[in-house]
């Protein structure tokens, strides 16, 4: 008798979610500014989005099963109408690539919503990527990858000062404070590590 093979945890799915044009653009952005492929910044978005329960309240509204996200239990509603049949302004692909942990929590919220798990990752995606501890998580882990202690601290003070000092009612996220020191390069490839270091000397001298 031959034998079932077993399902590697690690095992990755492809994916390919369709999603709005503007959500592509961002998402490519995140992808530019950080030097990340984006079916990597797309699956890191997807989960720290399953991670972030200020995510999950919202995208609640639209359950029609129960979900759980750890201790909390949301009851779905029947009478809702599915998102699946949503018709998009500007429908994209984007392609991911979800290791099998990942899938079946997307699986779970899929059979909340009533979706098929490919529509439920762009939705989790939309209210993700709106989402700006999500975004300024994925910004912040990247930049503390690639910096030194030295220049991450001079980075955060930077960042603390305008954060604090900011006339607009628009809060500062990390993705736009590291869009803006990329803006003055207005270069197609850099390093990272050297630009932000000449910006924070250029910016910081006393």
Same mark, same amino acid.
């Given at each position: 008798?031959?034998? @079932?093979?077993?399902?590697?945890?690690?095992?990755?799915?492809?994916?390919?979610?369709?999603?709005?044009?503007?959500?592509?653009?961002?998402?490519?952005?995140?992808?530019?500014?950080?030097?990340?492929?984006?079916?990597?910044?797309?699956?890191?978005?997807?989960?720290?989005?399953? @991670?972030?329960?200020?995510?999950?309240?919202?995208?609640?509204?639209?359950?029609?099963?129960?979900?759980?996200?750890?201790?909390?239990?949301?009851?779905?509603?029947?009478?809702?109408?599915? $998102?699946?049949?949503?018709?998009?302004? #500007?429908?994209?692909?984007?392609?991911? @690539?979800?290791?099998?942990?990942?899938?079946?929590?997307?699986?779970?919220?899929?059979?909340?919503?009533?979706?098929?798990?490919? @529509?439920?990752?762009?939705?989790?995606?939309?209210?993700?990527?709106?989402?700006?501890?999500?975004?300024?998580?994925?910004?912040?882990?990247?930049?503390?990858?690639?910096?030194?202690?030295?220049?991450?601290?001079?980075?955060?003070?930077?960042?603390?000062?305008?954060?604090?000092?900011?006339? #607009?009612?628009?809060?500062? #996220?990390?993705?736009?404070? $590291?869009?803006?020191?990329?803006?003055?390069?207005?270069?197609?490839?850099?390093?990272?590590?050297?630009?932000?270091?000449?910006?924070?000397?250029?910016?910081?001298?006393?």
């Amino acid at each position: 008798m031959e034998k @079932r093979r077993k399902m590697r945890s690690d095992k990755k799915r492809d994916v390919k979610p369709t999603i709005e044009d503007n959500l592509k653009e961002c998402i490519f952005r995140l992808s530019y500014i950080t030097h990340t492929p984006v079916k990597d910044v797309v699956a890191s978005i997807c989960k720290q989005g399953m @991670r972030t329960k200020s995510v999950i309240d919202e995208i609640s509204n639209y359950f029609i099963r129960e979900y759980q996200f750890r201790n909390t239990y949301y009851i779905g509603d029947t009478n809702k109408k599915s $998102l699946q049949r949503v018709v998009l302004d #500007s429908p994209v692909r984007v392609t991911t @690539r979800l290791d099998q942990n990942t899938y079946l929590e997307i699986r779970s919220l899929a059979y909340a919503l009533d979706v098929t798990p490919t @529509r439920s990752i762009a939705i989790l995606l939309e209210f993700s990527v709106k989402n700006i501890d999500v975004v300024d998580s994925f910004v912040r882990n990247y930049l503390k990858d690639e910096m030194d202690h030295r220049r991450m601290k001079e980075l955060q003070e930077v960042f603390s000062f305008i954060k604090k000092n900011n006339p #607009s009612e628009n809060e500062i #996220s990390w993705f736009a404070f $590291l869009s803006t020191i990329l803006d003055d390069v207005k270069e197609s490839a850099f390093n990272i590590k050297d630009v932000v270091g000449n910006w924070l000397d250029k910016h910081t001298k006393k």
